[in-house]
C-alpha cells in the first residue's frame, strides 16, 4: 500500500515537472522611428516595433526571456528589464556605459535572462536619456502554477494599465539640456496605454480614449505601470473600488481603496469588480506636484473609459444616475454617450496633493512574511540634494550666474558622472582594468547636518542658481558580498517638495518605514517593520521625508541605483553599488555572454574585447 502511493506521488511528481518546466520566451524588438500624430501634430518617435506602448512580455515565472534588440534607430539604445534580479547575469541588465555598451545604430544584440521570485508586473525601457518615454511596455510574470495558485481569486480578464506622457519634442535632446542645466522642457499630454484622451483636444476633436469594456460581475486584473519621466500619479475610477494585490512584482495584503497611487518606476497590481450599475466611468490618471513655492510644472490629467458590455439588459432609464444615489459620492455626469447615458467621472484629490500617496504607500504590506535579515552590517543616510557645479569642469565659478554654473541633484554631495571612458564599468570590474573614469566612494553620510526639510530652504525662481557648491564623479559603493545593508534615503527642501521615487538594480529592497520631515534615527528606528515589509524594486521617498530601507548586497556585479524622475537622473541623482564576488563560482559574477557588444572600432582601450578576454585567460594561466 505504502509503496503504491510511494508510486503514484513519484508520478504526480514527475507529471508536474513536466507541466512547469520552464519555457524560453522570445520576442524580436525593432526600435525604430515612426511619426504618430496627436494634437494635430505629427511627431517623430522612436518606439519598439511601430508600437506605443511597445509589446509586453508574457511569462510563468522560471521562464527564460530572449530578446533580440535590433535598432534601427539613430539613437545608442539598451533595454533595461525593471525590477528583474538578474541573477548572475548583471551583464543583462541594460545601463549604457555601467552595464555594457550601448547597441549601436544598425546592430543587434539578444539580451537573455531569467526571471525568478517574482510574481505579478514588471516592466522594460529603454536606459537612455529620456527615450524611455517612448519605448517601454509590460513585462508580466504569472505563477509557476497556473492562474488558481495567484492568492486571490481568477480574474476574468488582465489588463495591463500604462501612464506614460506624450512629448512632441526630441527627446535626446531634452535629456542632453537638462544635463547641462536648462530645464524648461516638458511633455504636451499625459497617456493611458499610449491614448491622450478626450481632455486633449484641438480643433475642436478630441483625442480617442482608452477603453476597457467589461461585463457585469466580472473581475479585472489591472496591471498598473507608470512610464511616466515626471510625475507620480493619481489614480482612479469613477463607481469602483480597487483592492490592491501586488507592488513591484511582490504580492502584498490585499487593500481596498478607490485611489491608487504611482511614482515613476513603481508598478501595482489591483483588483476592479464591476459591480456598478452598468454605464460608462471614466479612469482617470491625475499627475501630483508639490504646491508653492515649489515650481509648478505644466503637468495634465488624463482619462480612459470603463465601460460595461452593451448587451446586458439595463435597468432603469439611467445607470449612472442610479449609482449616483446609491454610493452618494460627489461624482459628476459628464458626456452624453452615442445612446443619451451619460459617462461618470471621479472626484480626485487635488492636484497639490501629495499626502494621499503617503498614505497609500504607507499601508502596503507584504502578504507573505519574508525573511528580512535582523542583523545588519552596513547603514547609509543619503541626504537626496541639490547643489551647483562649475561649467566646463572649472573649480571655481561665480554662484548665481547662470552662464557660469549648472544645477545638478547630488547624494550626499556628490553628483553622478556618467562614465565617460570607452570601458562600462561593469567590464571594467571583472576585469580588473580599472578604466579612465575619475570614480569616487559614496559617503556614509552627507559631509553636513542641517534641517533637510526647512522650507526656508526652497530654492524659489533664482535662488536655484545661487545653491552651494556641489562636485561630480562617477560615485560607487562598494559592498562585500551578502552584506545586510540599511540605507535611509532622506528628501530636502532644496529638491523643493519633490518626492523621489529610488530604484535599484539587481536588488529588491524591504521597506522598513517611511516618514514626513526629518529622519531621526533614535525614534524612527522603532518603527521599522521586520514582520512583513513591502518588497520593492523602486521606494518612493516621500515629499519632503524620508524612507528607510533594508537589502541583501548578495547578486554580484555593478548596479545602477537613482531616482526614476528622469530630470532627477539627468541631473546626477545616481550612484552605483557594486557587489563583490562570493568566495564560490555559484555566488561569483560568471563571464559576459559570448556576442557582448564590444567596442566596435570605437575604444580608447587599445584592445578589443575579445583579445583582452584572451589576455584575462592568460593571466589567469600565469597566476
Ligand atoms: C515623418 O514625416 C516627415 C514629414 O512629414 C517625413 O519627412 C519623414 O520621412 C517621416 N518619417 C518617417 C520615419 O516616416
Ligand atoms: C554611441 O556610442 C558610441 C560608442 O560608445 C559613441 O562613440 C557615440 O558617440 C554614441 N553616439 C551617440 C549619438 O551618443
Ligand atoms: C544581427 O547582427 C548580425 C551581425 O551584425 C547579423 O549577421 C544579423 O543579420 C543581424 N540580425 C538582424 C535580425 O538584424
Ligand atoms: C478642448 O480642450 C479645451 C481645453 O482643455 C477645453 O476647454 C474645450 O472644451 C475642449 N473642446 C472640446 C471640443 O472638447
Ligand atoms: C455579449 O454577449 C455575448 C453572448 O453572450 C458574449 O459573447 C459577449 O462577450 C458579450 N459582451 C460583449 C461586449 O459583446
Ligand atoms: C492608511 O491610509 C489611511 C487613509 O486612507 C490613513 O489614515 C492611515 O494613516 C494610513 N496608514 C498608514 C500606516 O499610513
Ligand atoms: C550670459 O550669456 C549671455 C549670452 O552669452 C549674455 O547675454 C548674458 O548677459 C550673460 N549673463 C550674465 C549674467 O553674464
Ligand atoms: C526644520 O524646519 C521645519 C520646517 O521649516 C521646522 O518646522 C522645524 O522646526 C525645523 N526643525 C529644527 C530642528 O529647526
Ligand atoms: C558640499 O561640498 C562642497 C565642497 O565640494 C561644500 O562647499 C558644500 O558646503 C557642501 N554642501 C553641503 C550641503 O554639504
Given at each position: 500500500?505504502?509503496?503504491?502511493?510511494?508510486?503514484?506521488?513519484?508520478?504526480?511528481?514527475?507529471?508536474?515537472?513536466?507541466?512547469?518546466?520552464a519555457?524560453?520566451?522570445?520576442?524580436?524588438?525593432?526600435?525604430?522611428?515612426?511619426?504618430?500624430?496627436?494634437?494635430?501634430?505629427?511627431?517623430?518617435?522612436?518606439?519598439?516595433?511601430?508600437?506605443?506602448?511597445?509589446?509586453?512580455?508574457?511569462?510563468?515565472?522560471?521562464?527564460?526571456?530572449?530578446?533580440?534588440?535590433?535598432?534601427?534607430?539613430?539613437?545608442?539604445?539598451?533595454?533595461h528589464?525593471?525590477?528583474?534580479?538578474?541573477?548572475?547575469?548583471?551583464?543583462?541588465?541594460?545601463?549604457?556605459?555601467?552595464?555594457?555598451?550601448?547597441i549601436?545604430?544598425?546592430?543587434?544584440?539578444?539580451?537573455?535572462?531569467?526571471?525568478?521570485?517574482?510574481?505579478?508586473?514588471?516592466?522594460?525601457?529603454?536606459?537612455?536619456p529620456?527615450?524611455?518615454?517612448?519605448?517601454?511596455?509590460?513585462?508580466?510574470?504569472?505563477?509557476?502554477?497556473?492562474?488558481?495558485?495567484?492568492?486571490?481569486?481568477?480574474?476574468?480578464?488582465?489588463?495591463?494599465?500604462?501612464?506614460?506622457?506624450?512629448?512632441?519634442?526630441?527627446?535626446?535632446?531634452?535629456?542632453?539640456?537638462?544635463?547641462?542645466?536648462?530645464?524648461?522642457?516638458?511633455?504636451s499630454?499625459?497617456?493611458?496605454?499610449?491614448?491622450?484622451?478626450?481632455?486633449?483636444?484641438?480643433?475642436?476633436?478630441?483625442?480617442?480614449?482608452?477603453?476597457?469594456?467589461?461585463?457585469?460581475?466580472?473581475?479585472?486584473?489591472?496591471?498598473?505601470?507608470?512610464?511616466?519621466?515626471?510625475s507620480?500619479?493619481?489614480?482612479?475610477?469613477?463607481?469602483?473600488?480597487?483592492?490592491?494585490?501586488?507592488?513591484?512584482?511582490?504580492?502584498?495584503?490585499?487593500?481596498?481603496?478607490?485611489?491608487?497611487?504611482?511614482?515613476?518606476?513603481?508598478?501595482?497590481?489591483?483588483?476592479?469588480?464591476?459591480?456598478?450599475?452598468?454605464?460608462?466611468?471614466y479612469?482617470?490618471?491625475?499627475?501630483?506636484?508639490?504646491?508653492?513655492?515649489?515650481?509648478?510644472?505644466?503637468?495634465?490629467?488624463?482619462?480612459?473609459?470603463?465601460?460595461?458590455?452593451?448587451?446586458?439588459?439595463?435597468?432603469?432609464?439611467?445607470?449612472?444616475?442610479?449609482?449616483?444615489?446609491?454610493?452618494?459620492?460627489?461624482?459628476e455626469?459628464?458626456?452624453?454617450?452615442?445612446?443619451?447615458?451619460?459617462?461618470?467621472?471621479?472626484?480626485?484629490?487635488?492636484?497639490?496633493?501629495?499626502?494621499?500617496?503617503?498614505?497609500?504607500h504607507?499601508?502596503?504590506?507584504?502578504?507573505?512574511?519574508?525573511?528580512?535579515?535582523?542583523?545588519?552590517?552596513?547603514?547609509?543616510f543619503?541626504?537626496l540634494?541639490?547643489?551647483?557645479?562649475?561649467?566646463?569642469?572649472?573649480?571655481?565659478?561665480?554662484?548665481?550666474?547662470?552662464?557660469?554654473?549648472?544645477?545638478?541633484?547630488?547624494?550626499?554631495?556628490?553628483?553622478?558622472?556618467?562614465?565617460v571612458?570607452?570601458?562600462?564599468?561593469?567590464?571594467?570590474?571583472?576585469?580588473?582594468?580599472?578604466?579612465?573614469?575619475?570614480?569616487?566612494?559614496?559617503?556614509?553620510?552627507?559631509?553636513?547636518?542641517?534641517?533637510?526639510?526647512?522650507l526656508?530652504?526652497?530654492?524659489?525662481?533664482?535662488?536655484?542658481?545661487?545653491?552651494?557648491?556641489?562636485s561630480?564623479?562617477?560615485?560607487?559603493?562598494?559592498?562585500?558580498?551578502?552584506?545586510?545593508?540599511?540605507?535611509?534615503?532622506?528628501?530636502?527642501?532644496?529638491?523643493?517638495?519633490?518626492?523621489?521615487?529610488?530604484?535599484?538594480?539587481?536588488?529588491?529592497?524591504?521597506?522598513?518605514?517611511?516618514?514626513?520631515?526629518?529622519?531621526?534615527?533614535?525614534?524612527?528606528?522603532?518603527?521599522?517593520?521586520?514582520?512583513?515589509?513591502?518588497?520593492?524594486?523602486?521606494?518612493?521617498?516621500?515629499?519632503?521625508?524620508?524612507?528607510?530601507?533594508?537589502?541583501?548586497?548578495?547578486?554580484?556585479?555593478?548596479?545602477?541605483?537613482?531616482?526614476?524622475?528622469?530630470?532627477?537622473?539627468?541631473?546626477?541623482?545616481?550612484?552605483?553599488?557594486?557587489?563583490?564576488?562570493?568566495?564560490?563560482?555559484?555566488?561569483?559574477?560568471?563571464?559576459?555572454?559570448?556576442?557582448?557588444p564590444?567596442?566596435?572600432?570605437?575604444?580608447?582601450?587599445?584592445?578589443?574585447?575579445e583579445?583582452?578576454l584572451?589576455?584575462?585567460?592568460?593571466?589567469?594561466?600565469?597566476?
Amino acid at each position: 500500500m505504502a509503496a503504491a502511493v510511494a508510486i503514484i506521488v513519484i508520478f504526480f511528481l514527475s507529471a508536474m515537472a513536466v507541466s512547469v518546466a520552464a519555457a524560453v520566451v522570445e520576442h524580436t524588438f525593432v526600435v525604430s522611428q515612426v511619426n504618430m500624430t496627436h494634437l494635430c501634430k505629427e511627431t517623430l518617435v522612436t518606439v519598439v516595433n511601430g508600437q506605443l506602448p511597445g509589446p509586453a512580455i508574457e511569462i510563468t515565472e522560471g521562464d527564460s526571456v530572449a530578446v533580440l534588440l535590433v535598432n534601427k534607430s539613430p539613437y545608442n539604445i539598451t533595454i533595461h528589464w525593471h525590477g528583474v534580479k538578474q541573477w548572475l547575469n548583471c551583464w543583462a541588465d541594460g545601463v549604457p556605459m555601467v552595464t555594457q555598451r550601448p547597441i549601436l545604430p544598425n546592430h543587434n544584440f539578444t539580451y537573455m535572462f531569467n526571471v525568478i521570485g517574482h510574481e505579478g508586473t514588471l516592466w522594460w525601457h529603454a536606459h537612455v536619456p529620456f527615450l524611455r518615454a517612448t519605448l517601454h511596455g509590460a513585462l508580466i510574470i504569472r505563477p509557476r502554477h497556473g492562474a488558481s495558485s495567484y492568492p486571490f481569486p481568477k480574474p476574468h480578464r488582465e489588463v495591463p494599465i500604462i501612464i506614460g506622457d506624450w512629448w512632441e519634442l526630441d527627446l535626446p535632446q531634452v535629456g542632453w539640456n537638462m544635463k547641462h542645466g536648462s530645464f524648461d522642457f516638458f511633455a504636451s499630454g499625459s497617456t493611458i496605454n499610449g491614448k491622450l484622451g478626450d481632455l486633449f483636444n484641438c480643433s475642436g476633436v478630441a483625442e480617442d480614449n482608452y477603453v476597457l469594456d467589461v461585463e457585469p460581475g466580472k473581475t479585472y486584473l489591472l496591471r498598473v505601470i507608470n512610464a511616466g519621466l515626471f510625475s507620480e500619479f493619481y489614480l482612479k475610477i469613477a463607481g469602483h473600488k480597487f483592492t490592491v494585490v501586488a507592488a513591484d512584482a511582490h504580492y502584498v495584503s490585499p487593500y481596498t481603496t478607490d485611489v491608487i497611487a504611482i511614482a515613476p518606476g513603481e508598478t501595482v497590481d489591483a483588483l476592479v469588480v464591476a459591480n456598478a450599475p452598468p454605464g460608462r466611468f471614466y479612469m482617470v490618471a491625475l499627475p501630483n506636484q508639490a504646491p508653492l513655492p515649489d515650481t509648478q510644472t505644466p503637468e495634465y490629467t488624463t482619462r480612459g473609459m470603463v465601460q460595461y458590455s452593451r448587451n446586458h439588459s439595463r435597468s432603469g432609464a439611467n445607470g449612472a444616475a442610479a449609482l449616483m444615489s446609491t454610493h452618494g459620492a460627489k461624482e459628476e455626469e459628464e458626456e452624453e454617450g452615442p445612446s443619451g447615458d451619460v459617462a461618470v467621472a471621479p472626484e480626485m484629490p487635488g492636484h497639490h496633493d501629495t499626502i494621499t500617496s503617503f498614505y497609500f504607500h504607507s499601508n502596503l504590506t507584504s502578504l507573505h512574511h519574508p525573511l528580512v535579515p535582523q542583523r545588519v552590517d552596513e547603514h547609509l543616510f543619503i541626504v537626496l540634494g541639490l547643489g551647483s557645479v562649475c561649467k566646463h569642469g572649472r573649480q571655481s565659478c561665480k554662484r548665481g550666474d547662470k552662464n557660469e554654473t549648472i544645477v545638478v541633484a547630488t547624494m550626499n554631495n556628490i553628483s553622478f558622472q556618467h562614465p565617460v571612458a570607452t570601458t562600462p564599468l561593469l567590464e571594467a570590474h571583472y576585469y580588473h582594468t580599472g578604466g579612465r573614469n575619475a570614480m569616487e566612494e559614496l559617503p556614509d553620510q552627507p559631509p553636513r547636518v542641517f534641517n533637510f526639510t526647512d522650507l526656508d530652504l526652497i530654492p524659489f525662481g533664482p535662488k536655484e542658481m545661487q545653491l552651494e557648491p556641489s562636485s561630480k564623479a562617477t560615485m560607487v559603493r562598494r559592498f562585500r558580498h551578502g552584506a545586510v545593508v540599511d540605507m535611509v534615503f532622506q528628501s530636502t527642501a532644496m529638491l523643493q517638495g519633490d518626492s523621489n521615487p529610488m530604484h535599484l538594480h539587481g536588488h529588491d529592497m524591504f521597506l522598513l518605514a517611511e516618514g514626513l520631515g526629518n529622519y531621526d534615527a533614535a525614534k524612527d528606528m522603532t518603527r521599522f517593520n521586520l514582520v512583513n515589509p513591502p518588497v520593492k524594486n523602486t521606494v518612493l521617498v516621500p515629499n519632503l521625508g524620508w524612507a528607510a530601507i533594508r537589502f541583501v548586497a548578495n547578486n554580484p556585479g555593478v548596479w545602477f541605483m537613482h531616482c526614476h524622475y528622469e530630470f532627477h537622473l539627468a541631473m546626477g541623482m545616481a550612484t552605483v553599488f557594486i557587489v563583490e564576488d562570493g568566495t564560490t563560482a555559484d555566488t561569483s559574477l560568471p563571464p559576459p555572454p559570448v556576442d557582448f557588444p564590444t567596442c566596435f572600432g570605437n575604444c580608447d582601450n587599445v584592445l578589443p574585447y575579445e583579445l583582452r578576454l584572451e589576455n584575462m585567460k592568460g593571466e589567469h594561466n600565469s597566476i
